[in-house]
Each structure stands twice: as structure tokens, then as C-alpha cells.
């Protein structure tokens, strides 16, 4: 299956080289796209560089603004789908998603419509966060849990692999979040449309250089999209597809 790691960027020029060769190296055949939002510190020029350089493996795709995290991801997604990749794998860019989980979860995603890289199916595994960062995330976790009922561990995490006819399944016209409700939402309505899920575990290492982009409104947004997710009419989270392969599970954990 022809796989590519979309990878959106917003300020990551201190580690955008470092992760692009630590996926290249882990899985040699992979594709790489690198969405960035203009970024003033001139993460686009390097990744031009690099595009360059790896020719024919890596992409770019420039866009006009910031726009958050979802915005960027579904121009991601569909350039991706547009050039007929089979599997689509997101993920930060800030190197707090280790690329040597590339690996095991493309073996999942044969047996998955979509494998979630959880923080949380094995105990907590993140690296060098502070308590309440911790409880933060974990209370995030148990709210989504508690609004959707989605049988996951860990639905606020950005390291996914998405199957092409999973995405094209849930639609992505629909999507309506720009911030990180955009992991929440997409989960949600694969879920919804009674696509297999998978959780692998993996380490969360919180980044070492460049800033974190969270912030209060990106919360709030989060707090009041979950229930706009869990209590919107149905025709809003999902779409008649002729129904997801029945021969997968609707989700399954990690033995």
C-alpha cells in the first residue's frame, strides 16, 4: 500500500530536518508531506530544502495562512488522497510522536480502518510532563470518553493512521473544527460510521525546541465542540458510505 506521513507545520524549522530523516529511516519507502501555514521562522524554505534534497519522497504544500491544526490537516488529507495514497498517517512535527512507531502501527492498519497511537492503553506513558499538564490531559480523555462513548483510550491524541476509505468514508467537507478538537471530531465520526478502530501504544515525548500552540481558546473550543460532536443531528457526523468492512472489528486495543 502506498503510505505518506502528512506532516502540518507552523514554526518548526528547529525540528522539522530532525524528524523528517527519523521517519525516513524508519520506514525507507514512506512518503512525506509537509503542510506548513507560512511560517515566518521559514519552515516552508527548509522544507523546500528538503524536498530537494529527498526528491521524489518528499512534498510540500504551501498555504496562505495559519488556520489551525484541522484546517491544515484536511488540505493534508485531501492533496494526499488527490494523488492516490492508500494510507495516510498524521502527526506532529515537534518530534513528541516518536516516527519508530511508523512501523507497527502500518502492520495494524491492515487489520484497522484507522489505528490510534495511544498514550494511555498500557498505564500513562507521556515523557517530561508536569502533573498538571498530566491531569489535564487525562480529564480531557475521560470527558470525550464520558460525552461520545467512544470506546477509546486515548481520543485526544494526534498520532493516527487513516486508511483512504475511512477519510473518504466520514467525508471531509464536513469537518468543522480548526483546532485540536480536530482529533476528537475526526475519531467521532469514524466511530459514528462503524469503521474499525485500533489503538497501538506509543510514548509521548513532549517537545524539546519551539513553542507549544495550545491555548485557552484552543480549550475552550474543545470543551464546547465535543458536545456539539456527541448531540448534533446524525447527518452532521455521518456518511452513507454503503457501510464499513464488517470483516474488522469496530475497535480493538493492542495485545
Not at 21 to 34: D, F, M, Q, S, T
Not at 57 to 85: M, P, Q, S, T
Request: glycine letters at 10%.
Amino acid at each position: 500500500m502506498r503510505s505518506i506521513v502528512v506532516l502540518p507545520t507552523y514554526n518548526e524549522r528547529e525540528n522539522l530536518e530532525k524528524v523528517v530523516e527519523r521517519i525516513l529511516k524508519a520506514v525507507p519507502g514512506i512518503h512525506i508531506l509537509v503542510v506548513d501555514d507560512n511560517s515566518p521562522d521559514g519552515t516552508g524554505e527548509l522544507a523546500e530544502e528538503l524536498a530537494g534534497r529527498y526528491r521524489g519522497r518528499i512534498f510540500v504544500l504551501h498555504r496562505a495562512k495559519k488556520e489551525g491544526l484541522g484546517r491544515a490537516y484536511v488540505a493534508g488529507f485531501r492533496h494526499a488522497l488527490a494523488h492516490d495514497y492508500d494510507v495516510l498517517v498524521q502527526m506532529d512535527a515537534d518530534l513528541s510522536h516518536d516516527p519508530a512507531y511508523l512501523r507497527p502501527m502500518l502492520q495494524r492498519i491492515r487489520e484497522c480502518d484507522v489505528v490510534l497511537g495511544s498514550r494511555y492503553v498500557r498505564g500513562i506513558n507521556v515523557v517530561n510532563w508536569d502533573l498538571k499538564r498530566l491531569l489535564l490531559s487525562k480529564c480531557a480523555s475521560l470527558y470525550v470518553r464520558l460525552v461520545t462513548r467512544m470506546p477509546v483510550t486515548d481520543a485526544t491524541g494526534g498520532f493516527k493512521c487513516w486508511r483512504r476509505e475511512t477519510l473518504e468514508g466520514i467525508g471531509l467537507d464536513g469537518v468543522f473544527s480548526s483546532g485540536y478538537l480536530f482529533q476528537v471530531e475526526m475519531t467521532y465520526k469514524a466511530f459514528r460510521s462503524g469503521f474499525g478502530i485500533g489503538e497501538e501504544p506509543i510514548i509521548f515525548y513532549e517537545r524539546d525546541l519551539g513553542r507549544s500552540k495550545m491555548n485557552r481558546r484552543i480549550i475552550w473550543e474543545a470543551l464546547w465542540g465535543v458536545l456539539k460532536l456527541r448531540f448534533a443531528p446524525r447527518w452532521m457526523t455521518h456518511v452513507e458510505t454503503g457501510g464499513p468492512q464488517m470483516d474488522r472489528p469496530r475497535h480493538e486495543t493492542a495485545a
